[in-house]
């Protein structure tokens, strides 16, 4: 049963923007505070942004610097990611997830509970 579904990647250029979305089943999304985390080759996972229930707290990953911003749309168990200024250090397969418990959000720890199956994000010089 697929619960959460991203997409939105893609190649893009150096500078370039990209927006991520993640579509979430109501059973995973309400209630939940959830983020994004990515994954690059022989790279470990790391967190890139988290957003409250709410929507109205989110925190980002210092490698972020003010270029992406996470949302949600509560209405239609949707979460986004605007990635703006990419660089070819970006370039990673990207998820989005769930926060089983909403103080994780404010730290770097990548969502514990459901996750999808990524989206690929490939920035070129």
């Known amino acids: 049963q697929v619960q959460l579904v991203e997409s939105g990647g893609g190649l893009v250029q150096a500078g370039g923007s990209l927006r991520l979305s993640c579509a979430a089943s109501e059973r995973i999304f309400d209630g939940y505070a959830m983020g994004w985390f990515r994954q690059a080759p022989g790279k470990e996972r790391e967190f890139v942004a988290s957003v409250s229930w709410s929507g109205t707290r989110a925190n980002y990953a210092r490698f972020v610097e003010s270029r992406f911003t996470i949302s949600r749309d509560n209405g239609n168990n949707m979460v986004y990611l605007q990635m703006n200024k990419l660089k070819p250090e970006d370039t990673a397969v990207y998820y989005c997830?769930?926060?089983?418990?909403?103080?994780?959000?404010?730290?770097?720890?990548?969502?514990?509970?459901?996750r999808g199956q990524g989206t690929q994000v490939t920035v070129q010089e």
């Open positions: 997830g769930q926060y089983r418990d909403e103080r994780w959000m404010t730290t770097t720890r990548i969502p514990g509970g459901a």
